[in-house]
Nanobody, 119 residues
Framework: QVQLVESGGGLVQAGGSLRLSCAAS????????MGWYRRAPGKQRELVAS????????LADSVKGRFTISRNNAKESTVYLQMNSLKPEDTAAYYCAASPTSRATYDYWGQGTQVTVSS
């Protein structure tokens, strides 16, 4: 079983920055693709960014040029989401997700961390 623990959410003014972290632990299952989803009130869940074990990244059009995803493949796989130039529309609960294979099935989920951007 894999546990994902997120940190780094909070309240920030528009134009500000936040960095989310997610650490995977607790299993012998190797982690392959990791990603960040978000869900805003009244909206569908959205894949914000993903990164493969080899470092290939994918970003949603709405965050390109502002967000960066990276990871540390050391003993505990850790994925980061650097969010710059934040906008009020980035306000959402952000969830870390991980897959045991490169198929990005996202079998494992974190508990979520709230990001609120004030105008």
């Amino acid at each position: 079983q894999v546990q994902l623990v997120e940190s780094g959410g909070g309240l920030v003014q528009a134009g500000g920055s936040l960095r989310l972290s997610c650490a995977a632990s607790g299993s012998d299952v190797s982690i392959s693709t990791m990603g960040w989803y978000r869900r805003a009130p009244g909206k569908q869940r959205e894949l914000v960014a993903s990164i493969t074990r080899l470092g290939v990244t994918n970003l949603a059009d709405s965050v390109k040029g502002r967000f960066t995803i990276s990871r540390n493949n050391a003993k505990e796989s850790t994925v980061y989401l650097q969010m710059n130039s934040l906008k009020p529309e980035d306000t959402a609960a952000y969830y870390c997700a991980a897959s045991p294979t490169s198929r990005a099935t996202y079998d494992y989920w974190g508990q979520g961390t709230q990001v609120t951007v004030s105008s």
